[in-house]
């Protein structure tokens, strides 16, 4: 359990440098548009594993193993990608800020 959180650090950080080194680069409503996406996926990650949780605590067959087996990996997988990419978005829209006064 303890390799958890070494991945989820890297799912977080490696995207949010990323994304932070191209937002200086790129015109901010480019920007503004990654991060609306990502929140927007951000949102549909969430509301999947929490269905795919209380799915399986309705009924154990079928379809809430299926939802337990595909969304849950999924949702752990685009949670911190997402967080990582509105971090760094931000970050780099503040730094261009700063950078051209």
């Known amino acids: 359990m303890i ?3 070494p991945l989820f650090t890297a799912l977080t950080v490696l995207p949010a440098v990323a994304v932070g ?3 200086q680069r790129l015109p901010s409503s480019i920007t503004w548009l990654k991060v ?3 929140a927007v996926l951000l949102a549909v990650f969430v509301t ?3 269905q795919s949780q ?3 605590e309705a009924d154990g ?3 809430a ?3 337990q087996l595909l969304v849950s990996p999924l949702s752990m997988i685009g949670m911190p990608i997402c967080v ?3 971090f760094g978005a931000l970050v780099g829209l503040n730094r261009k800020s700063f950078a051209n006064g």
Do not use: D, P, Q
Request: proline letters at 0%; charged letters at 5%; a positive charge.
């Open 84 to 86: 990582g990419v509105i």
């Open 65 to 67: 193993v299926l939802m």
């Open 21 to 23: 080194y191209t937002a």
């Open 61 to 63: 067959k079928g379809y």
């Open 3 to 5: 390799f958890v959180i």
């Open 36 to 38: 609306s996406v990502a």
């Open 48 to 50: 999947s594993f929490l």
């Open 54 to 56: 209380s799915s399986s």
